[in-house]
């Protein structure tokens, strides 16, 4: 892990090693800016003094987990500095909208008195996407900006599509022999392989080697084109040859299916793309420099650079890439938590009231979801506590520690290390964790 560097007045600088952070500090030219992850501020160094590198921050936007990466770009390749991977929660969302639907629904056929609607929340914007698809775009557009507040990044590199429809046409025009794309083949065996299901197109073997295989056989005069190709087996593809489809495959039943299969494109699914395009146009309009890239290309770089499968590493491996240095680092693992629950009333299996959360958020100055350190001296609970508060109207709180929920541990003992901003981190950076455990960090942060 990289430590992020601010100059005396905030501006990005280059980030640095843990080691150099750690000494920085150690000789009193920086101060903590940040716990989680590590930032810190330079006491004497303005921007303006500062050589700088080419960063760029590379996405791979999923459904469930988004992978992010801060690379240094060198002429010859790139070198990873941070890893993350960004843990989304679509499902909680939709699940929190159906409630609230329930609850609305509960209150019209209720005999309520009128209530005068209070906003014209009915519009909708053109560029619409579902909350929970929405959300996916602000948190992987919050976290860029983020990492824009604390490196001097100019661009970025995100997985926009699948495949690289454009270059796999023009490459069934040039035809096998005239081609030099090793990558394009690569997109096409991959987009082959996922059309026809990852097994043979005649015996439905799974699990063998498999092959890319021409339905009317180039011999017989049968074109490079998508629609001409299929996935096989190896002792299919021998056995078939250059004999005509309908004469080897004997089953009229599944010659028709093959060739039905054939002509179909392969589609994306319509969430996954509308949510990819609203991400690049919004990190075009954060005024970044975008590089769209395609599945293909990523699972291509993987495997050239023998690079193993995370969200993070593929995140790494997103767009033109001759070069990986520096990829076997720690990944920190964001998960979106939410900033707590608008509605106050808890209830019950069957919708009835169970008990009402308190209408304050902040008690004793914590609020849950802060990142506390309790260090307990007295009583039955002594030692050190680390972890994400949950707040009591008592004052006696819960601490989720690594190691479980630790309960009833009073305010007088916590000390806030970084307020709650909506996510939750691991593993922990192990500088991070130093700098918690020494005095060094208090509620002043
Ligand atoms: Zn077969």
Redesign the pocket.
Known sequence: MAAFVLDKRGSPLMPCSEKRARLLLKRGRARVHRVLPFVIRLTDRLAEESAFQSLRVKVDPGSKVTGVALVREFNSGIAVLNLFSLMHRGRQISEALVTRRNFRHRRRSANLRYRAPRFLNRARRDAWLAPSLQHRVDTTMSWVRRIKRWTPISATSVEFERYDLQAMRSAEVAGYEHRKYERVDYEIREYLLKKWWHR??????EGVPLHVGHIISRARGGSDHLTNLTI??G???FRKGERDIKEFVVDGIRCNRILGRAKVPLKESASVSSTRAALVTELRSARLVVETSTGGRTKWNRARFGIPKTYALDAVCVGDVSVVMDWQRPTVEVKCSGRGSYQRTRLTAEGFPRSYLIRKKRIYGFQTGDRVRADVSKGKMIGIYVGRVAVRASGNFNIKTQNGVVQGINHRYCKVVQRADGYGYSPLLRLAQRVTRSKSVGPAL
């Open positions: 043979c197109a005649y015996c439905d073997k096989c087996c002792p299919c593809h």
